[in-house]
């Protein structure tokens, strides 16, 4: 069965201090490793798809990058705008799990002035 | 352009009843996926429909059950309404489907009493 760990559950950092954030899964061979953020009472917004290890993106102060077993979710200089849920989810490429999604519960990161 | 919209935001059911949840896609966008939202499970992916055929299907009951109409607009339905299904539902549209950066809608609030 498809999981997906996110670490930590909670994170209160603040203002400017970077840190990072884990996605560990296991997965029937990976089609997609996707994050979103998700801010209360909205639906979740697309950060970043990464397909295959040693991929990495950017977008302004976050950056994602994929390895065999986990991905990390960089944040550098955080705001306090940058505070939400970030979610983690994989796709399955193979096996009865092929095409379907499987989300991680969540880190919760919160950044204070 | 116009975001995904959903509706309705807000419904009360009994338990046993059915319901009946509808989802209109950003303009284009040939996907449409279905999520359920609670605070024990996370977000779980119900399925997707693409060009009006399912396409993927996560695990839940049969009782959960949707489809996709020619202008990409999708419906979900629920029968026999259990305590357990109170939730967010959340839809998702893309323009070729999950590997694709998906939007969000803002979720319709089930409560069933």
């Known amino acids: 069965e498809d999981q997906v760990t996110q670490s930590p559950e909670a994170l209160r950092l603040q203002e400017g201090e970077s840190s990072s954030l884990n996605c560990s899964y296991t997965?029937?061979?990976?089609?997609?490793l996707f994050w979103y953020r998700q801010d209360p009472g909205k639906g979740p917004e697309f950060l970043f798809t990464?397909?295959?290890a040693g991929e990495e993106k950017e977008k302004e102060r976050l950056k994602a990058t994929l390895t065999k077993k986990e991905s990390f979710l960089h944040i550098t200089a955080p705001k306090p705008e940058d505070s939400a849920t970030y979610l983690c989810?994989?796709?399955?490429?193979?096996?009865?799990?092929?095409?379907?999604?499987?989300f991680g519960q969540g880190t919760i990161l919160t950044v204070h002035p | 352009k116009a975001g995904v919209t959903q509706t309705p935001r807000y419904l009360i059911k009994t338990r046993g009843q059915q319901v009946t949840l509808s989802c209109s896609p950003i303009?284009?966008?040939?996907?449409v996926s279905w999520y359920q939202q609670t605070p024990g499970q996370g977000l779980q992916f119900l399925f997707e429909y693409f060009s009006e055929t399912q396409r993927n299907k996560g695990n839940f009951p049969g009782r959960f059950s949707g489809r996709q109409f020619s202008n990409s607009r999708s419906e979900m339905n629920v029968s026999t309404l259990e305590l357990g299904d109170s939730a967010l539902y959340l839809c998702?549209?893309?323009?070729?489907?999950?590997?694709?950066?998906?939007?969000f809608g803002p979720g319709t609030r089930l409560t069933v009493t």
């Open positions: 998702a549209s893309s323009l070729v489907g999950l590997r694709d950066e998906q939007y």
């Open positions: 989810a994989v796709q399955a490429a193979g096996g009865t799990s092929y095409g379907k999604l499987t």
């Open positions: 990464l397909y295959s």
């Open positions: 997965v029937s061979g990976l089609r997609g």
């Open positions: 303009s284009g966008h040939r996907s």
